[in-house]
Nanobody, 124 residues
Framework: QVQLVESGGGLVQVGDSLRLSCAASGRTFSSYFMGWFRQAPGNEREFVAAVSWNSGSTYYADSVKGRFTISRDNAKNTVYLQMNSLKPEDTAVYYC?????????????????WGQGTQVTVSS
């Protein structure tokens, strides 16, 4: 069982930066593939970024590539999402998720555990 708690969301201006954090409970955090997803009103939950268990590999949606960076600290049971050059279209609730399946996990159904989400609003 893994419990995930996101933090760091807020209201920012276009071009600003935010860093989201996701704190995980459980001693097996380092064995999970970790991802960030987001969901805007009226839209489906969409993949943002993911990181492998040992940080050896990272994956990004095209819409955030070059602006967002995912990282994890297994000693702190925490995964981060550094978001730079924010745009109004980045406005959404951001969720972190943990997945135990093998391979590259970019779809919501592939993840076993989810946080409650944190709101990010980018104002123009």
């Amino acid at each position: 069982q893994v419990q995930l708690v996101e933090s760091g969301g807020g209201l920012v201006q276009v071009g600003d930066s935010l860093r989201l954090s996701c704190a995980a409970s459980g001693r097996t955090f380092s064995s999970y593939f970790m991802g960030w997803f987001r969901q805007a009103p009226g839209n489906e939950r969409e993949f943002v970024a993911a990181v492998s268990w040992n940080s050896g590999s990272t994956y990004y949606a095209d819409s955030v590539k070059g602006r967002f960076t995912i990282s994890r600290d297994n000693a702190k049971n925490t995964v981060y999402l550094q978001m730079n050059s924010l745009k109004p279209e980045d406005t959404a609730v951001y969720y972190c998720a943990a997945g135990s399946s093998r391979g590259v996990l970019t779809l919501p159904y592939q993840y076993n555990y989810w946080g409650q989400g944190t709101q990010v609003t980018v104002s123009s």
